[in-house]
């Protein structure tokens, strides 16, 4: 009895452990815990404060991209496309900006320099009044001349651009403050692609800080003589010239579905001969000259039987005519891409060539490490360019990538011409031509 008694009490026991151990491990398989992360030695959960390095004080990318333009550069109405426009033509004036007071109105009479500074020139030619003159900075030109008679404001605008300077006067102190630098503002015309030809020729001259008002249509930009004799030249020339040349730009990453490259050769059955004009092969890349036939829509559709296609950029510049500029892709691209370092530069003239008129442009391909590759493509009015053969990995800055070696970039471009018109025609507003009228246009 004693020996079945101790029996009992032992399975008693080991009943009762495992009870006990199977209550635990129900209450173990209930418990949820907080997911740890230990990021560089620290504990990191959802209570934590996240701690970020300093960083310097630098506009933020997204803020440094901001511009007004970008919604006008950046996209492009395929559907109403005008091949050629007409706008009426208006007066592009430059005004400049902090002259200060008018000067007095006193008459200069035989007075002749030879070989002065202004500065020294012009306290000559002031002895006698309370007008004093101030420099701003150091001038080492030496002016010569003569002034027989004349106004004290033209003899002194004449002597100061003689110098390369630039003169204000405050009548409350009786002071001519003489400087290298001015300040200009240009009363733009209406017609936003024009505006944007001239602003694309004054960054093409590598002038920078420029401030557009869009609403007011105005431009004030800073600069030296140097300065305002490019900014001259550029508004002197469109206002002389009856023609900016426009290009709308889709640019594509095709990635093939095999593996092998894009058979480009596959156009000429799929379009026809007649549809492409001319091959113009360069250092990398070739560009193909194609009819209208060939547009986004087609070209699209095209190379979605053969490879996947993405859209990394899309937009339009202008130049005037016989000018230069520039696109940039990162400008404006979907998102940063590998290509977002591309620059499609272009300089155009269109006119006579051959007996014809025909835009002749100069289309360059160029990266932050230098020119990638260029093309002379003379066309007719209504033909499009397309630019196939720019291996992706032209773009790739590590050893190994991801990205297919057949991956290429293919640019279509669209030129476009604006006519300038004599607004005594009675051209109130731009006017696409097609039809009869658009023939009329060409043969002229």
Not at 146 to 163: F, H, P, R, W
Not at 380 to 397: A, C, E, L, Q, R
Request: proline share 4%.
């Amino acid at each position: 009895m004693a020996q079945n008694k101790i029996k009992i009490n032992v399975l008693l026991y080991i009943g009762i452990a495992s009870a006990l151990f199977a209550g635990c491990a129900n209450r173990n398989n209930n418990l949820q815990y907080d997911t740890v992360n230990v990021v560089e030695n620290l504990v990191v959960d959802e209570r934590s404060v996240p701690i970020f390095p300093k960083k310097a004080a630098l506009t933020t990318d997204t803020a440094q991209r901001f511009a007004l333009d970008l919604p006008k550069r950046c996209t492009v109405d395929w559907n109403n496309q005008s091949v050629v426009s007409v706008v009426p033509e208006e007066k592009i004036e430059i005004v400049r900006l902090d002259t200060g007071d008018a000067l007095p109105d006193l008459q200069v009479s035989d007075y002749d320099f030879k070989k002065v500074h202004v500065k020294d020139a012009l306290e000559t030619l002031l002895e006698g009044t309370d007008i004093s003159v101030m420099e701003d900075n150091t001038n080492f030109e030496k002016i010569s001349g003569g002034i027989q008679a004349g106004s004290l404001a033209d003899a002194v605008e004449l002597m100061t651009k003689l110098g390369r300077q630039y003169y204000s006067f405050n009548s409350e102190f009786g002071e001519i403050h003489l400087t290298s630098h001015g300040k200009w503002m240009i009363k733009m015309p209406k017609d936003e692609t024009i505006i944007m030809a001239l602003l694309d020729a004054m960054r093409g001259a590598d002038i920078r800080n420029l401030l557009v008002n869009w609403q007011e249509k105005t431009v004030v930009f800073e600069g030296d003589y140097q300065t305002e004799r490019e900014v001259t030249k550029i508004v002197s020339d469109v206002s002389s010239k009856k023609y900016v040349l426009a290009w709308d730009i889709d640019v594509y990453r095709v990635y093939p579905k095999t593996d092998n490259p894009m058979i480009w050769m596959n156009m000429l059955p799929a379009f026809g001969d007649k549809n492409i004009r001319m091959s113009i092969p360069g250092v990398v890349g070739r560009a193909l000259v194609v009819s209208p036939e060939i547009n986004t829509k087609t070209l699209q559709e095209f190379m979605a039987q053969q490879a996947n296609v993405v859209l990394v950029s899309q937009g339009t510049f202008a130049i005037p005519n016989g000018w230069q500029s520039r696109f940039d892709i990162g400008q404006c691209s979907k998102e940063d891409r590998l290509e977002t370092d591309l620059i499609v530069g272009a300089t155009g003239v269109y006119g006579n060539y051959g007996g014809s008129n025909k835009i002749d442009a100069k289309i360059v391909l160029s990266t932050s490490n230098g020119e990638l590759s260029s093309f002379k493509i003379p066309t007719n009015i209504g033909d499009n360019y397309v630019i196939v053969g720019i291996p992706t990995h032209s773009f790739v800055t590590t050893p190994e990538t991801l990205i297919s070696p057949f991956a290429e970039l293919v640019v279509f471009m669209s030129p476009r011409l604006i006519s300038i018109i004599d607004a005594g025609n009675g051209i109130q507003k731009m006017t696409p031509l097609s039809g009869d009228e658009l023939r009329s246009f060409l043969n002229k």
